[in-house]
């Protein structure tokens, strides 16, 4: 019985008294709520005095005061200090303690390296009375983002689209590009983005429409190069704009029963323009094209193939400096008109048609046209106008103007009828003459200041008057920034987060201007990052200020990467432009790669190791020749490796050379794993020599490995070069003076001139200098040649040049360096008269054949000879070509006539050879004389030639005798021959 009641007792007591266990235990939890306040949100049960606070500022504790806010379900403690990137805050409520680190939301506070996966869409489109507008621009493509310090550095690097259409009143463009390669860096400096720059080129197509006063306009293009960049540096904007394109060009106007029809190619269309701080700093508008153009109404039709149709206009800094407007184009015409009295058909040729404006004047405006005049007229008409010349030209009120005057002369040549159909024009020959003085100007309005005028025919008239307001100036508007679709400038949300945050935190981020982000953490996830799991907190968030919209993503919480988002999305609007419309914009962000640091522990870490060591160029080439590329490929199943060395001591460098894989010092691709450094060798070393790379990761592991690579022995530099004389004849010798160098010693140098014939000379060392003689070979021909210079260095490296290499690398040339030159001349042929020619010329003419040797290194063009009195009857003065019998010789066949006088008698000979060059006339005797063994005389024409010599005697003597007695009369004595 005791025991039943006993056991009825604590039945009892059970089911009235509460029982406590671990799950029912109170738990208290600090929340941060960073929104209005530096504030916290405690939960739970907890006295305000078991309440402290301590918040630690680059390493000094501040004085920390507390607001106590009860009105609330939970207690918010509010305190008058404000966070700071890198401040730690420890609340203590009761037994429980929670330490807050701030950092920079999205950052850890280590410093780190990671790459991303990053899409992104900028979506702007609405409709408005004009009709559609649209701004779409679509990105996709990998990021790299390294911390150091307070420098948040971000670069995104891939491809997208550009989608733009535009709507005015009166207008519409449209374009579609592929951006083949599109670039985007940010930095950012405790949260706050100081820089930004969008890069963007592609190509693609354009179409542009104008329905105008003056009619449609259509070009539909294709872009050919289109280049978008947008910067951003301490909130100064640029913006640079540029497409090249080519296509098509349309223009359809109907005005007043007038149609006007346009097509034609366009060859260049470029337009590019560069906006700085608010202030269009270039605007570049040009178009090349032909086109056919039609006009037409009831009546009339004109046909007019424009063989050249330009525009060009560039303004700088609110100035045009250059501006063109060209058509050129030739075509034909036809009328056709009646009355009640007669119908006639008018058609005509268009010859010229040229009008042009240049910098802002008019240059050129010239017509030509002319025809026939058919049915019951007839006859013909034409028009030619021309800028006749430029003058100064007062206007009504006096003030002076710079006038060019435009000539045009019309006339029509009429029969049949008493008057054209609809016109005073009657039967007859008509002509008017006009010159009209206009301003230069091309903008100005009401362009002519003076008229005269004179016409001759049935209606005889002339006259000369001054135009009233006349001219109007007016001047070109400068371009200027006009706020269009696409101009938005896009950041991302900044500011202070606790990096290890908790379910229930709540913070807002408002550093960063005109966007606030209130992130509300959620429940805690595992998620995979990089091939591993990370303990992350899920959150949300919702944008304020002048930007509405959500966000969400994955935070770490855990390890050295707290406080780096795995993952986020984002999707807000901006509000852009006059009528407040939405510019949206989405992006999707995740990590890809952790390159810095690692995520994972020592006891999870793999080896690195390293797969492939090798050249990119395949050889480098010693003594500080041309360097080559090498390239280390790694693998860590882990990702953290740190560096890659190589020790290059074998080929003269250093112990240890870093490598990288940051597309740096000539590595290709970013984050392949392919990690790369420019390598030279710096000395005498050469073969296949060793290289050890050793790659680390984080926590010290490494893997080492050698392969050799191709060191090539480089040959001889040859420095400088002295050539005396630079100018020779063959034959001759040259000087030359050498400056060579070479680490290994030279061997040799020589000068080869065996291509012409010549030897390889071997010049001698003399102390630094390598000198010698060179003979210029026979074989080479008149002008500049460029030496070849043979060098060989005590290894057997060899190398022929034409050319210094002041550097003393073969790689690295100079403005310094000099060909190899001398400069041949070209020597006259050489003729070799011989001994002197006997001709025996008996009553017979003698045929006889002239021989000469001409010798010339480069061949004759001719040998002519002058014959003189052996010449044919008239042609003594002329000059015969002499004959080539191959074998240096040249000959001519004479015939010697019996009548020539005997003796001696001088011939002309002269030579040119095959580069010009024309030798002197040398002279070639010959001699005439009798047969040997014939007698002086027996004929009668003999002794007539023996007396008329003897009478010529006794003349001679005669008159000697005379003079001798003249002489001795005078003082002196014996014809002033001497004294006695």
Do not use: C
């Amino acid at each position: 019985m005791k025991v039943r009641a006993g056991l009825l007792v604590v039945l009892f007591l059970a089911s009235v008294l509460p029982i406590a266990n671990a799950d029912e235990v109170d738990t208290v939890t600090i929340n941060v709520d960073w929104t209005d306040d530096h504030a916290y949100i405690i939960v739970g049960n907890v006295e305000l005095s078991q309440i402290n606070v301590t918040h630690e500022h680059d390493a000094q504790m501040l004085d920390v005061g507390i607001i106590y806010d009860t009105t609330g379900e939970d207690l918010r403690i509010i305190l008058n200090t404000s966070v700071s990137n890198g401040d730690v805050i420890t609340i203590q409520a009761g037994d429980v303690t929670r330490i807050i680190n701030v950092g920079l939301w999205g950052q850890p506070i280590a410093d780190h390296e990671v790459t991303l996966n990053s899409e992104w869409t900028m979506d702007q489109q609405w409709e408005n009375e004009n009709g559609t507008q649209k701004y779409i621009l679509l990105f996709d493509g990998q990021g790299w983002q390294q911390r150091i310090g307070n420098s948040l550095e971000s670069w995104e690097m891939g491809n997208g689209s550009l989608l733009i259409v535009s709507n005015t009143a009166d207008s519409s463009i449209s374009m579609m590009i592929d951006l083949d390669s599109v670039w985007k860096n940010e930095t950012t400096v405790d949260g706050v983005m100081t820089g930004q720059i969008f890069d963007a080129r592609g190509s693609g197509t354009i179409g542009v429409g104008n329905d105008g006063d003056e009619g449609a306009v259509q070009i539909e293009g294709t872009i050919s190069d289109a280049w978008i960049n947008r910067t951003t540096l301490n909130g100064i904007v640029d913006e640079r704009f540029r497409i090249e394109a080519n296509g098509s060009i349309s223009v359809d106007a109907d005005n007043d029963g007038e149609m006007m029809d346009l097509s034609g190619e366009l060859a260049v269309l470029l337009i590019e323009t560069w906006d700085s701080n608010g202030t269009r700093r270039l605007s570049h508008t040009q178009f090349e094209a032909t086109a056919d153009l039609i006009v037409e109404n009831n009546d009339t039709r004109m046909d007019i193939s424009l063989d050249s149709f330009e525009s060009l206009e560039r303004w700088e800094d609110g100035v045009r400096v250059d501006h063109l407007n060209k058509m050129i184009g030739q075509g034909s015409f036809g009328f056709s008109g009646e009355d009640e009295n007669a119908s006639v058909q008018i058609n005509g040729t268009i010859h010229d048609f040229h009008q042009e404006q240049e910098d802002g004047i008019v240059t050129v405006d010239d017509l030509h046209v002319d025809g026939i005049i058919t049915g019951d007229a007839q006859g013909t008409f034409g028009v030619v106008r021309t800028i006749e010349g430029a003058v100064s030209q007062a206007n009504e009120t006096g003030v002076m103007y710079d006038v060019i005057i435009v000539h045009q002369e019309d006339w029509f040549n009429i029969t049949g009828i008493s008057a054209l159909p609809n016109s005073d024009l009657g039967a007859g020959a008509h002509h008017n003459e006009s010159w009209s003085y206009d301003a230069k100007q091309s903008e100005w309005e009401n362009r002519t200041i003076r008229t005269v005028w004179s016409q001759t025919g049935p209606d005889p008239s002339s006259g000369d008057i001054i135009h009233s307001n006349s001219p109007i100036q007016t001047s070109p508007e400068a371009p200027s920034v006009e706020e269009g679709i696409g101009d938005v400038t896009v950041s991302r949300e900044s500011g202070f987060a606790p990096i290890d945050a908790m379910t229930g935190d709540v913070f807002t981020l408002d550093q960063q201007s005109g966007m606030s982000l209130t992130v509300t953490a959620g429940q805690p996830e595992t998620v995979a990052m990089d091939g591993h799991l990370v303990d992350t907190v899920a959150w949300t968030g919702i944008y304020s200020t002048e930007v509405i919209g959500t966000a969400n993503g994955n935070l770490i919480i855990d390890g050295p990467l707290s406080g780096l988002n795995v993952a986020i999305q984002r999707a807000f609007q901006i509000e852009f432009g006059e009528d407040e419309q939405l510019v949206n914009l989405t992006e999707n962000q995740s990590v890809n790669r952790v390159l810095s640091p690692s995520i994972i522990s020592v006891h999870d870490n793999s080896d690195p190791s390293i797969d492939l060591i090798t050249l990119a160029q395949g050889v480098v080439t010693g003594e500080g020749g041309a360097p080559g590329y090498l390239e280390v490929t790694v693998s860590d199943i882990d990702f953290n490796i740190v560096s890659v060395t190589a020790d290059t001591t074998s080929i003269g460098g250093p112990a240890s050379i870093e490598l990288n894989d940051k597309g740096l010092s000539g590595d290709r691709v970013i984050g392949d794993d392919i990690w790369t450094v420019e390598l030279s060798v710096p000395g005498l070393e050469y073969g296949e020599l060793p290289i050890t790379v050793t790659v680390t990761d984080v926590f010290d592991a490494t893997d080492s490995d050698s392969a050799n690579i191709s060191v090539l022995n480089q040959p001889p530099r040859l420095t400088s070069m002295e050539i005396v004389p630079s100018i020779v004849n063959r034959g001759e010798i040259l000087l030359v003076n050498a400056e060579v160098i070479d680490g290994h010693g030279v061997a040799s140098v020589s000068i080869d001139m065996r291509e012409y014939g010549g030897n390889l000379t071997e010049l001698n060392m003399l102390g630094e200098i390598w000198a010698g003689q060179v003979e210029i070979p026979s074989g080479m021909s008149p002008g500049e040649h460029m030496l070849k210079v043979r060098m060989v260095d005590n290894f057997d490296s060899s190398i022929t040049v034409q050319r210094t290499i002041t550097s003393g690398q073969h790689h690295i040339e100079s403005t310094m360096d000099e060909d190899i030159v001398v400069n041949v001349m070209n020597e006259p042929p050489v003729i070799d008269i011989g001994e002197l020619r006997i001709i025996e010329i008996g009553d017979e003419d003698v045929d006889y054949v002239l021989t000469i040797r001409v010798d010339d290194y480069d061949g004759l063009n001719w040998v002519k000879v002058k014959l003189g009195i052996l010449a044919p009857p008239g042609q003594s003065n002329t000059w015969f070509t002499m004959t080539s019998n191959g074998d240096g010789t040249y000959s001519k066949e004479i015939t010697v006539k019996t009548y020539i006088a005997l003796g001696t008698h001088e011939l002309l000979v002269k030579a040119m050879d095959s580069y010009g060059s024309q030798s002197a006339e040398e002279s070639l005797p010959i001699m005439l004389k009798e047969p040997a063994g014939e007698v002086a005389s027996g004929s009668p024409s003999d002794t007539l030639t023996y007396v008329a010599i003897g009478g010529l005697l006794i003349l001679a003597i005669a008159g000697a005798t005379v003079y001798v007695m003249r002489g001795s009369d005078r003082e002196g004595g014996l014809g002033g021959f001497g004294d006695a």
